[in-house]
């Protein structure tokens, strides 16, 4: 079993909807919780990060991590063609190494 | 700053033929790592480095990989021989440590190397 887990998908989903995209996680000791972005042919970039449990908010970009139940969400509000890419949620270990899960592909379309 | 600089692009090569790939990380930062990305395994972190030394190679599937980072400000991943499952997008990237942070800041990751094992 990978340590984070994530629908590869895709996702397709009209402009203007709101998307949620979730991962699980088995590790407890996991502290840190990232949302990275990554385009066609780019390298991912960070889109978010959160502490322990609790949201995030950024913009249209809401993070949210459950601790309890080792659960982890982005939510994007008013989706647009540009949000069109793959995401991928990571924690933190308690060295300095990112897992991350395999990543969800998101289709806005207009 | 250019950001993290990989290089080369793409690479095509046949079963058996050493491959080099190559990372120029962003000034100043004193992580890098290196991680493997493909559909079936997702991005899988290899090896990484804190002031030029490794710290943590559990992730290189086998001896046939070797990574070095004689200076700051470069660092190579060595596949040799090559075969075909090791067909991936290979990232490289670099952070600063942020003690605020209280752990590894920021990754910011390379383009990649699209390496393509025939």
């Known amino acids: 079993q990978k340590e984070v887990e994530q629908d590869p998908g895709p996702l397709s989903v009209p402009e203007g909807a709101i998307v949620s995209l979730n991962c699980t996680y088995s590790?407890?000791?996991?502290?840190?919780f990232m949302w990275y972005r990554q385009y066609s042919r780019k390298g991912p970039e960070l889109l978010m990060y959160?502490?322990?449990?609790g949201n995030k908010e950024d913009g249209r970009f809401t993070a949210q991590v459950d601790k309890s139940s080792k659960y982890i969400s982005l939510f994007i509000r008013d989706s647009q063609p540009s949000d069109s890419a793959t995401y991928l949620c990571?924690?933190?270990?308690?060295?300095?190494?990112?897992?991350f899960g395999t990543g969800t592909r998101l289709q806005v379309f207009p | 700053d250019a950001g993290v600089i990989q290089s080369p692009r793409h690479e095509v090569t046949e079963m058996g033929q050493e491959v080099t790939l190559r990372c120029k990380p962003i000034?100043?930062?004193?992580?890098l790592f290196w991680y493997r990305q493909t559909m079936m395994r997702g991005l899988e972190l290899l090896i990484y480095?804190?002031?030029?030394?490794?710290?943590?190679d559990s992730g290189m599937p086998e001896d046939r990989f070797s990574a070095k980072m004689p200076n700051a400000s470069f660092s190579t991943l060595k596949i040799q021989p090559s075969e075909p499952r090791d067909s991936a997008v290979y990232f490289c990237?670099?952070?600063?440590?942020?003690?605020?942070?209280?752990?590894?800041?920021?990754?910011?990751f390379g383009p990649g190397t699209r390496l393509t094992v025939l």
């Open positions: 990237a670099s952070s600063f440590r942020d003690r605020g942070f209280g752990g590894t800041d920021t990754q910011y």
């Open positions: 590790n407890s000791a996991f502290q840190y």
């Open positions: 959160t502490y322990s449990s």
């Open positions: 990571a924690a933190l270990h308690n060295t300095d190494k990112l897992i």
């Open positions: 000034s100043g930062h004193d992580y």
């Open positions: 480095f804190n002031n030029n030394v490794p710290i943590d």
